[in-house]
């Protein structure tokens, strides 16, 4: 019996020929990663362990991305304490902000992470990477500390579970609602413990930022992992970024699936994650009308420069709903000067809406555009648990950039149909 | 390990074991203070120490944050049984040393406010009120050595041999 992608780049980063699922390995890290809100406590346990050297300075990534710039003094001193750290450690991936960008979408467009790559992440979407065709999955704070320290892993190998995207996307449909669509149908533990391998026609022709939002969410149906076979759009998007050796891994022909599943990507239209879970999933046309208070675009899932080109499209010469505080965060400072040279900022501010630098802020009620009491709002992030972007009793729905922009037109969920897409 | 239980059902997620607003700080008392305070306010007040929670399916589902761990053991919770674990919660726990149990028959059947003792040696949770046993399998061989080490640090230090 063959392998998959996953136990492919996990038997190669452990030593060995193979690796069946269930197995325990101490795999080698390529990259791992922390932000100002977990790599505080894995600093303090590397110290507190009285470790001197960080095993290799060029592969760990501190990025403050999660209440930075600053909100208040003690993010400040955890800000600082990644700062401090990094000069120590003469480490040569530190993005101070103003070089920064949600660590997500900055990385893969740094060319930090490439294909083949076995990433390990203090954060839960780090996932997202698995859509170069890296094994990519997110720790807690010891994990990166004893990483820091070892440049290992402990990992239990995964099952995978495929899923087969048949067909085409059509009209309006983006990576974000094939991915809350499969969420919907297996639930948020619908691939605990498992890697999710997505696959078929309609993955084969989506745009690579579709495909970061789709691995980004895998963690929502509770995976370790998310990914998608490099080809020939994955070549091309790290043409000009990656710059060392990499290796493109495929699955065998014949290899294991814990499960299969089959979606019509043709019969997938715009989905919408209704409180306070993921897979509260429904065709956006099921529930158009809702009131809502605040629309934010952004995120690791929805803050690249496609997902603002779509949200620009809707809004250009519109206005947000005088009910709508409307909020669009590019994800990194590349995307955002991408966005003011091809006129989607001023596009943006002409309709009224607050344009932000890059941060993970309100996606986790941490700041610019936290929720009062009773509040809704509709947001391109990828969680909408019980007072996830503020007050226990504040509402989250999920959407595509495309929902999210022509509700904010609404004032209401309303569908992106209507004009056709470019 | 023995105490009360406090019930709580599935995917009991990060923000409602320690909403997002308090990871500015990573001191544990102040963590501790607001465990579980999306599902339930009140609950700081009423935890005593050695007290256990018992879930449902997928208990800290959602982010990387190891402050939820941390803010349930600072708390003074003894453990947790639960149908099943979200991952990153679980290797987190694992790797902090807050012990752990997955054991469906035990989550459904233990009460709010039971009385339960579990035995590591015996690998058996006992409800005292119900006075009913529950076997829970015992973790692979390379996850009780980090257990015993008393935590994945202490676990690489011993590798490193770091004095």
Not at chain 1, 246 to 268: G, L, Q, R
Request: with cysteine.
């Amino acid at each position: 019996m063959g392998m998959t992608i996953t136990e492919k780049i996990i038997a190669a980063h452990s030593g060995l020929k193979e690796v069946s699922p269930g197995q325990f390995v101490y795999a080698n890290v390529d990259i791992c990663l922390g932000n100002d809100i977990t790599a505080p406590i894995a600093i303090e346990e590397f110290e507190k362990a009285g470790i001197k050297n960080v095993f290799d300075p060029e592969k760990i990534v501190l990025v403050p991305d999660h209440f930075t710039p600053n909100k208040d003094i003690k993010s400040a001193q955890q800000s600082k304490s990644l700062r401090i750290f990094a000069e120590k450690h003469r480490l040569k991936h530190y993005f101070e902000i103003g070089r920064m960008g949600i660590e997500h979408a900055l990385l893969p467009e740094k060319g930090i992470v490439a294909p083949g790559d076995l990433v390990i992440g203090a954060d839960s979407h780090t996932c997202t990477y698995g859509a170069l065709g890296a094994f990519s999955t997110g720790v807690g704070s010891t994990d990166l500390a004893a990483c820091f320290a070892t440049g290992k892993v402990w990992l239990k190998v995964p099952e995978s579970i495929k899923f087969v995207f048949h067909g085409k996307v059509k009209n309006w449909t983006s990576g974000k609602d094939l991915i809350l669509y499969t969420i919907g149908k297996i639930g948020v533990d619908g691939a605990l413990y498992k890697a999710m391998e997505f696959t078929g026609s309609a993955i084969s022709q989506l745009p690579m930022d579709d495909r970061f939002a789709m691995c980004n969410m895998a963690i929502e149906a509770g995976a370790k992992s998310g990914i998608i076979a490099p080809d020939k759009n994955t070549e091309e998007y790290i043409k000009g970024r990656v710059t060392k050796k990499y290796v493109m891994y495929h699955s065998d022909p014949k290899c294991n699936y814990a499960k299969t599943y089959e979606f019509n990507a043709d019969e997938i239209s715009p989905q919408i994650a209704l409180p306070s879970l993921p897979e509260n999933t429904k065709p956006v046309d099921e529930v158009s009308g809702i009131k809502i208070d605040q629309v934010v675009i952004g995120s690791c899932t929805n803050g690249r420069i496609s997902d603002l080109r779509i949200a620009a499209q809707l809004l250009k010469g519109k206005k947000a709903h005088p009910s709508i505080r409307l909020i669009i965060i590019p994800a990194t400072q590349d995307i955002y000067k991408q966005a003011l040279q091809e006129g989607l900022i001023e596009t943006f501010i002409d309709a009224e809406a607050v344009v932000s630098t890059p941060t993970c802020g309100p996606c986790l009620g941490g700041h610019m555009g936290v929720l009062a009491e009773g509040e809704r709002a509709l947001s391109t992030t990828n969680r909408n648990f019980v007072g996830r972007m503020g007050h226990p009793r504040s509402e989250i729905y999920l959407c595509s950039p495309a929902v999210a922009a022509a509700s904010a037109i609404m004032g209401k969920i309303t569908p992106p149909g209507g004009t056709v897409k470019n | 390990m023995k105490g009360k239980c406090w019930k709580f059902g599935d995917n009991i997620n990060t923000d409602e074991i320690i909403p997002a607003r308090y990871l500015n700080t990573i001191d544990t008392k102040e963590l501790a203070a607001h465990c579980m305070e999306n599902a339930d306010p009140n609950f700081t007040k009423k935890v005593k120490a050695g007290d256990a929670i018992i879930a449902g399916d997928n208990f800290g589902c959602g982010s990387s944050r190891e402050h939820a761990p941390i803010a349930i053991k600072a708390a003074g919770l003894s453990c947790i049984v639960a149908k099943s674990f979200a991952r990153i919660f679980f290797r987190n726990a694992i790797n902090i040393g807050l012990p752990i149990f997955e054991c469906p028959e035990a989550a459904e059947q233990i009460r709010e406010g039971d009385e339960i003792e579990v035995s590591l040696s015996t690998g058996e949770i006992v409800d005292l009120t119900l006075k009913r046993r529950f076997k829970f399998e015992p973790f692979p061989r390379e996850m009780q050595e980090i257990i015993q080490a008393g935590g994945l640090m202490n676990f690489v230090k011993k590798k490193m041999k770091v004095a």
